[in-house]
């Protein structure tokens, strides 16, 4: 593997262009003639003689039709009909303007649509401007950038970048710039000092430390005063065990004399915080909404919740990534599998004896952290795709491919990992067989090809590899939840019960026991039981999402008097008080009454959400999506009613299995996406169209700012020499589904 290096360059996004100099084609846009011609006139003084005015975007992506443009200066346009964020997700998305430039001015009030333009590749933002002088800074501030970047664009955006996420405080925005920056420029000063004094300031002592010796062996300027600001004369000159320097750790040790042994132990790796847990439940809940530590050191005997189930729970949290090094002499070679699964690299016997904890440590650290190690890369594949981040996934798997090292199954289990999550279920399917059949690692691809008929709706070859892994691996307790609700697809309700009885028996406080004992009663018609365990639960909300979401399947799939019954069902498990749930399965209730020619009854049920809201203040009742739709379907059902008019609704594909797939994403550690997600050209790389694929704004800023709407209307671009006769064939899929999730599918 020493062919393939994460630290070099995964496109190459570094090489310098040409496209912003001064002869270049360049649009000014502005409603106003005045400041159009200051724009224009300030660019032309600044040496640019290619300067063409318009009015608004429209007119502007008219002209570029038939015209090329090389940079676009802009306002914001926020209150118009297009706006910036359109033009950026246009060039997003169209192959033959990935050369096209935006720079853009904002108003006070547009700021913080900064982060997201920039997401979208925005080159640079300047504050809104009247007078010459003011244009001349603000060009003169862009083109200064560009030259000290030597015109890679990705560089001079994110310096622009950085800048606002400095002025606004957002410190965790730019260390991820930062970061994914000395990724991918580890030969550029600007992108790797910048990523060591970033991590360095968080704490993150080890990732600041790698990116400082990725400075000394390129002679960067300014990495000793770095070192020695932030790691004082003792370790300022980056000797070798700097690489593995932890700043803060988990020990789940009931023993205290083994707790001051390991922290003795870990003294010298520079750990600045320890966290000391003598009951793993307790360092659970500890856990809870936080950033895990950089490594956690556990017993196998621990008291609460045990040594396997504690690791289990582990992965199925935020410290899913965070390196383990078990240190116990209770491991049987049974205990193997379930360690292997869950990225255990090494365990130390008691009594601890000093050269094997820190030999262990080093190897925990190496196989979690080497860019080199081939789990690393499996890994950091996983988390690329699961972060939306296809094509970087991509790009690894090309290089993989090309290793002659890389043994052939491992390969196909990578590129079945990101057909899997292309939705390319059949080509998925047909890569991780073949894997497997090529000797790799079942452990690793049976489950991948289980979920992957699970898809397919394949519930009987999905039921065979699980059993198979559970029989390599049988302490998976997750794995036999997802075994169970294989069972229950398959209307097979007794064996569904068999998995989750060997689930509860490994791990009887395990949260996830209740709701799925919930479901299983559910589908046999056993309300009563199913009442009993959703009362045990301290939140039902998981639970209720998954019934919701598999009446919602049950419908699409036009099993209809299956669906109401579950929504029922799913009501009669709710408490009086429990009101927002209970309205958002009303909601869907009343959808699937109306479906069904029930009208009287789905009027009914929409009747009952509004008299629940009554007692809201008027503001937040009809600011609230779910009053406006419910009372919109009143109204429709209302005049259906008394014109005896039928409904439309738009015709699902007819299925024989329902697929709850919030069950699965949850269970199965799938994360979710972005709440906004853009149209982007299936060939984008990252670098390409600025910091488009480097920076990713926060979902929160998205929805507050109202980006789903600044973008929903699309603007058009047709080249002038493309254009062809439209097809008569008419358009599929064109009418409006008002059949809603209440829940998010996470």
Excluded at 39 to 59: E, I, T, Y
Aim: glycine share 4%; with cysteine.
């Amino acid at each position: 593997m020493d062919a393939f290096d994460l630290r070099s360059p995964l496109t190459a996004p570094g090489k310098p262009t040409k496209e912003l100099t001064p002869d270049c084609r360049i649009a000014v846009v502005h409603p106003t003639q005045v400041t159009r011609s200051l724009l224009a006139r300030s660019l032309k003084d600044q040496g640019f003689v290619n300067v063409q005015p318009f009015a608004d975007l429209q007119s502007t992506i008219e002209y570029m039709e038939a015209e090329p443009l090389d940079w676009i200066w802009t306002p914001c346009f926020r209150n118009e009909t297009h706006n910036v964020l359109q033009l950026l997700e246009l060039v997003c998305s169209e192959d033959s303007l990935k050369h096209l430039r935006v720079s853009a001015f904002f108003e006070k009030s547009e700021e913080p649509l900064i982060p997201v333009a920039f997401e979208l590749g925005l080159l640079s933002w300047h504050r809104s401007q009247t007078s010459s002088a003011g244009f001349e800074s603000e060009i003169r501030s862009a083109v200064n950038s560009l030259g000290r970047h030597n015109h890679i664009t990705s560089l001079a955006s994110a310096e622009q970048l950085c800048n606002f996420l400095k002025e606004t405080k957002d410190a965790s925005g730019r260390r991820a710039l930062f970061s994914t920056l000395a990724e991918l420029f580890p030969n550029k000063e600007f992108a790797v000092m910048n990523d060591a004094e970033a991590k360095l300031s968080s704490g993150n002592v080890q990732g600041g430390l790698r990116s400082l010796l990725l400075a000394k062996k390129q002679n960067m300027k300014g990495w000793k005063e770095l070192a020695h600001k932030h790691l004082g004369p003792k370790h300022a000159d980056l000797s070798d065990e700097s690489l593995f320097e932890i700043e803060s750790y988990l020990i789940v040790e009931p023993d205290e004399s083994v707790h001051n042994h390991i922290e003795e132990l870990m003294k010298p790796f520079g750990a600045k915080r320890v966290h000391r847990f003598t009951d793993g439940e307790k360092a659970l809940r500890w856990l809870e909404n936080r950033k895990p530590p950089d490594l956690i050191i556990q017993e196998w005997k621990i008291p609460s919740v045990g040594g396997s189930n504690f690791l289990q729970r582990l992965r199925h949290s935020s410290a899913s990534e965070t390196p383990v090094l078990v240190v116990s002499s209770l491991l049987k070679k049974a205990d193997v599998p379930i360690l292997k699964e869950m990225g255990v690299a090494s365990a130390v016997p008691k009594p601890l004896i000093d050269h094997e904890f820190v030999s262990s440590l080093a190897h925990t650290m190496t196989e979690f952290g080497d860019p080199k190690s081939l789990r690393f890369i499996e890994r950091k594949v996983k988390c690329l795709l699961e972060k939306g981040e296809k094509e970087q996934a991509r790009a690894i798997a090309a290089k993989l491919d090309r290793d002659k090292k890389v043994p052939e199954s491992s390969k196909l289990f990578v590129r079945g990992m990101i057909n899997y999550f292309d939705n390319q279920l059949s080509t998925a399917k047909r890569q991780l067989m073949d894997a497997v059949s090529k000797g790799g690692d079942s452990l690793n691809v049976l489950p991948l090809l289980a979920r992957t008929l699970v898809k397919l709706r394949e519930f009987k070859g999905a039921a065979a590899c699980y059993e198979k892994a559970q029989s390599l691996s049988p302490r998976n307790v997750y794995r036999l939840f997802e075994l169970a609700e294989t069972y229950t697809e398959l209307k097979k309700p007794e064996a569904a019960n068999t998995s989750l009885s060997k689930a509860e028996v490994l791990d009887p406080k395990n949260p996830e026991i209740h709701i799925m004992r919930a479901r299983n009663a559910l589908s046999r018609g056993d309300a009563p039981a199913a009442a009993q365990h959703a009362s045990a639960l301290q939140d039902k909300e998981a639970l209720i999402a998954d019934l919701n979401n598999s009446g919602v399947a049950y419908v699409k799939s036009g099993q209809i008097k299956q669906g109401i019954d579950l929504y029922e069902k799913t009501i009669r498990l709710l408490a009086e008080n429990e009101t927002e749930l209970r309205q958002k399965v009303l909601y869907n209730l009343a959808l699937a009454q109306a479906r069904s020619g029930d009208y009287t009854q789905a009027r009914r049920s929409l009747e009952g959400i509004l008299r629940s809201m009554r007692h809201l203040p008027v503001e937040e009742r009809q600011n609230g999506p779910l009053f406006e739709k419910a009372s919109s379907l009143h109204v429709k059902l209302t005049h259906a009613i008394a014109t005896g008019t039928l409904l439309s609704f738009k015709q699902e594909v007819k299925a024989t299995t329902v697929l709850n797939e919030s069950f699965w994403k949850r269970v199965g550690g799938e994360r979710q996406k972005s709440s906004v997600s853009f149209v982007r050209s299936s060939t984008a790389q990252p670098g390409e169209r600025c910091c488009h694929l480097i920076y990713r704004s926060s979902d929160l800023v998205k929805q507050k700012q109202g980006v789903a709407q600044l973008v929903a209307t699309k603007l058009k671009f047709t080249p002038r020499e493309t254009i062809q006769k439209e097809s008569s064939n008419p358009i599929l899929g064109t009418e409006l589904d008002d059949f809603e999730a209440a829940f998010p599918k996470t």
